[in-house]
C-alpha cells in the first residue's frame, strides 16, 4: 500500500473526530450559559393572579379594575415628603424600594412616615451594587443589611426587593428565596435620571403604561416629584386605578425568589 493511500485513510478519521469534539464543545458551552444567565422562575402580575384563588383584602380587586403598579426606587430623600404629601391628596398608595447606604440610615423618620401612611416598602440593597457582578456573600450582605435596618425602623422586613438596574440571575433568585424576597422589575421606566424636564417624564410614563404595569421612578431626582401630580390626573383620566406592588399582585401573595415582570 502507498504512504499516499494510507494518508487518506487515516485523513477523514482524524477529520471527523475533531468535527465532532468541536459540536460537543460547543454544545456545552451554550448548556452552561442557558443554565447560568436565563433559568430563574419569573412570571407577571396577571399570570400570578390567574393562578391564585380567594378574595382580595382591601379596596381594589386587579382582576376586575384597570390597575397599574407605581413605585420608586433609591430613597428615601430629602424629597420624599413632597411625594408622599401628594399620594396623600390622592388618597393613593406605592410602592417604596428603599436604599441602605446615606438613605434608610440617614433619614429613618421618613421610613417611619412611608410605612404610618400605608405605602409598601421594599428592599432595594445597601450600596445600590450590582447583584450579579459581585460574589454571593456580597449580594446576600447587601440584601440582608437592608432588610435589618428596615425591621429595626418599621418593626417588619420587606417581602419585596428591586435588583439594581433590574439585574439578577438564578443566584441572585436563591438568596432571595433564602431572605424570603419576591423581585420585582417594571415596564415603564420614565429615565428620570437624565433628565430634569418634568413634562418629559410625564410623557414618558403615559406613552409607556399599560393594564397591569408596573411604573419606575425615582423619588430622590429633580424632575420626578413635580411630574408626579400631572401623571395621576392623567392616568385617573384613562381609567387607571394606581396601586402598590402587592395590591396588583393580589389575591396571589408575593413568592420569594420569584421575578414578577409584566
Not at 396577571?46 to 380587586?61: E, I
Not at 420587606?158 to 436563591?174: E, K
Amino acid at each position: 500500500m502507498s504512504a499516499v493511500s494510507k494518508y487518506a485513510r487515516i485523513r477523514p478519521s482524524r477529520l471527523f473526530i475533531a468535527l465532532a469534539t468541536a459540536a460537543i464543545v460547543a454544545l456545552t458551552v451554550v448548556v452552561i450559559v442557558a443554565l447560568t444567565v436565563t433559568t430563574y422562575d419569573h412570571t407577571s402580575p396577571r399570570a400570578a393572579r390567574s393562578k391564585a384563588s380567594g378574595s382580595v383584602a382591601g379596596p381594589v380587586d386587579c382582576r376586575k379594575a384597570k390597575c397599574v403598579a407605581l413605585t420608586f426606587d433609591g430613597g428615601p430623600s430629602p424629597t420624599t415628603p413632597g411625594l408622599l404629601d401628594i399620594l396623600k391628596r390622592h388618597h393613593l398608595h406605592a410602592t417604596f424600594f428603599l436604599q441602605g447606604k446615606g438613605h434608610i440610615d440617614r433619614y429613618p423618620q421618613i421610613v417611619r412616615r412611608i410605612r404610618d401612611e400605608g405605602d409598601e416598602i421594599g428592599n432595594h440593597t445597601w450600596n445600590h451594587k450590582v447583584l450579579t457582578q459581585i460574589d454571593a456573600a456580597d449580594a446576600r450582605h447587601e440584601l440582608s443589611s437592608t432588610q435589618d435596618a428596615i425591621e429595626r425602623i418599621t418593626g417588619t422586613k420587606p417581602v419585596l426587593m428591586r435588583p439594581p438596574q433590574g439585574r439578577t440571575d438564578r443566584d441572585v433568585a436563591r438568596i432571595c428565596r433564602e431572605l424570603g424576597l419576591a423581585q420585582v422589575l417594571w415596564s415603564v421606566t420614565a429615565k428620570d435620571y437624565e433628565t430634569t424636564d418634568s413634562a418629559l417624564i410625564t410623557q414618558r410614563v403615559l406613552e409607556q403604561t399599560h393594564r397591569d404595569g408596573i411604573i419606575l421612578l425615582h423619588d430622590l431626582h429633580k424632575g420626578t416629584v413635580p411630574a408626579v401630580p400631572g401623571i395621576l390626573k392623567a392616568l385617573e383620566r384613562r381609567g387607571y386605578t394606581v396601586v402598590t406592588v402587592s395590591q396588583l399582585l393580589a389575591p396571589a401573595k408575593p413568592r420569594p425568589g420569584m421575578v414578577y415582570r409584566p
